[in-house]
């Protein structure tokens, strides 16, 4: 049972840093006409889809530590359905990247070791603060993502859209975690997962 666990954490490790994600359901902006933009445009939005595409990253490393450590069957399972959508996000955001001319972060091993670590000490605790840890980290990506749509042009719109639903989902991931019982975290746990988040987006924004 072990073995078997090290084995599917491993492969997905592997897969997420070196294998391009295949998505689940269809992109959002698939019927959405690709609208003229300018080199600044362009170049901001890859820069943002990349920082976005480290946030997946991350999420399926703290989402596969937490499942790796975890002892509760029902809050693996929301961990996986949770990771599930954001395989879509990991594809949607690499294939935007490529169309918008951008690369992804070169620290993709980086983020997704350091992630990994976080979400299997956070597997450890009790399962309300399990899910807390869950809760708050869907809650800050949800901000970031709304903070976003605010920066990129009203003309890229299948950017925006790509956006808007990730947004979208991961509310939804907050919601079902609270549902669940998670507990409120701490301000200043708050507070150093709000810090760690502004300097990895900052350094993802040009690495």
């Known amino acids: 049972m072990i073995l078997d666990k090290l084995i599917?954490?491993?492969?997905?490790?592997?897969?997420?840093?070196?294998?391009?994600?295949?998505a689940g359901r269809e992109r959002?902006?698939?019927?959405?006409?690709?609208?003229?933009?300018?080199?600044?445009?362009?170049?901001?939005?890859?820069?943002?889809?990349?920082?976005?595409?480290?946030?997946?990253?991350?999420?399926?490393?703290?989402?596969?530590?937490?499942?790796?450590?975890?002892?509760?069957?029902?809050?693996?399972q929301s961990l996986q359905?949770?990771?599930?959508?954001?395989?879509d996000h990991l594809a949607w955001c690499e294939m935007r990247i490529n169309e918008l001319g951008g690369r992804k972060s070169l620290l993709n091993p980086v983020w997704y070791v350091g992630s990994f670590a976080l979400g299997a000490t956070a597997g450890l605790m009790s399962d309300k603060w399990n899910l807390g840890f869950l809760a708050e980290t869907e809650q800050q990506v949800s901000n970031?993502?709304?903070?976003?749509?605010?920066?990129?042009?009203?003309?890229?719109?299948?950017?925006?859209?790509?956006?808007?639903?990730?947004?979208?989902?991961?509310?939804?991931h907050a919601a079902e975690a609270k549902q669940l019982g998670a507990n409120d975290l701490p301000q200043p746990v708050k507070a150093g997962m709000k810090l760690a988040s502004k300097i990895m987006t900052t350094t993802a924004y040009y690495v």
Not at 35 to 47: D, G, I
Not at 144 to 151: G, P, R
Request: net charge negative; with cysteine; hydrophobic share 35%.
């Open 8 to 22: 599917t954490t491993f492969d997905t490790g592997l897969r997420t840093i070196f294998a391009q994600a295949v």
């Open 28 to 76: 959002p902006d698939v019927n959405i006409e690709e609208m003229p933009l300018s080199e600044s445009q362009r170049s901001q939005a890859a820069s943002l889809m990349r920082i976005n595409h480290v946030g997946e990253v991350c999420a399926q490393a703290l989402y596969s530590g937490q499942a790796f450590t975890s002892r509760n069957p029902q809050i693996v």
């Open 81 to 87: 359905h949770a990771a599930d959508e954001e395989t």
């Open 144 to 172: 970031h993502l709304n903070n976003h749509l605010n920066k990129l042009s009203d003309a890229d719109i299948k950017t925006r859209t790509i956006v808007s639903q990730m947004q979208q989902d991961e509310a939804a």
